[in-house]
T-cell receptor, first 111, second 112 residues
């Protein structure tokens, strides 16, 4: 079974703080993705990575950056958190165009 | 960019009734995937359709991919309370991109 873990289920941060969300997978998948999920807006892609040290912008990259130093780990960074970044953040992995496996999500609240 | 529209946004059905959600893409898709997210959970893969006109079944769930590969549907026969959740379609446009574009989902409520 593919296992995708995320560093926290719930996180509360203050405006202006730097926030790190980490995702780790154990299946040697090339592709990793960060989405945010908001009511009525579905899943929106923030960034994805198809190889170590490679990254591509998704649909809503503004205010975020990512890091992939090792194949199994993909980090999402909020350089200066803002209240409009309060959301559910989901990490996913896949092989090529195949099934995406999601982590349990991190519910981030920015006060 | 590619857009994937999904309707309806919400559906309330009596247990035992049928349910259908529809997905339409602005561009031709190389494949389409369906996911289910239970309340409080994360999206879980259900199925992938690749061929034009393809129909696949999983017990009470029937998935179709349109002839033009721009639309898809998920039909649930005789809904049960275990079917509650949000159903998402998601499509790849291909063209060398690994980006999967999700519809906004249909939230299904089943009244016992």
């Amino acid at each position: 079974d593919v296992k995708v873990t995320q560093s926290s289920r719930y996180l509360v941060k203050r405006t202006g703080e730097k926030v790190f969300l980490e995702c780790v997978q154990d299946m040697d998948h090339e592709n990793m993705f960060w989405y945010r999920q908001d009511p009525g807006l579905g899943l929106r892609l923030i960034y994805f990575s198809y190889d170590v040290k490679m990254k591509e912008k998704g649909d809503i990259p503004e205010g975020y950056s990512v890091s992939r130093e090792k194949k199994e780990r993909f980090s999402l960074i909020l350089e200066s958190a803002s209240t409009n970044q309060t959301s559910m953040y989901l990490c996913a992995t896949s092989v090529l165009l195949d099934t995406q496996y999601f982590g349990p999500g991190t519910r981030l609240t920015v006060l | 960019g590619q857009q994937v529209m999904q309707i309806p946004q919400y559906q309330h059905v009596q247990e035992g009734e049928d349910f259908t959600t529809y997905c339409n893409s602005s561009t031709t898709l190389s494949n389409i995937q369906w996911y289910k997210q239970r309340p409080g959970g994360h999206p879980v893969f259900l199925i992938q359709l690749v061929k034009s006109g393809e129909v696949k079944k999983q017990k009470r769930l029937t998935f179709q991919f349109g002839e033009a590969k721009k639309n898809s549907s998920l039909h649930i026969t005789a809904t049960q309370t275990t079917d509650v959740g949000t159903y998402f379609c998601a499509g790849f446009s291909g063209a060398g991109s690994y980006q999967l574009t999700f519809g906004k989902g249909t939230k299904l409520s089943v009244i016992p």
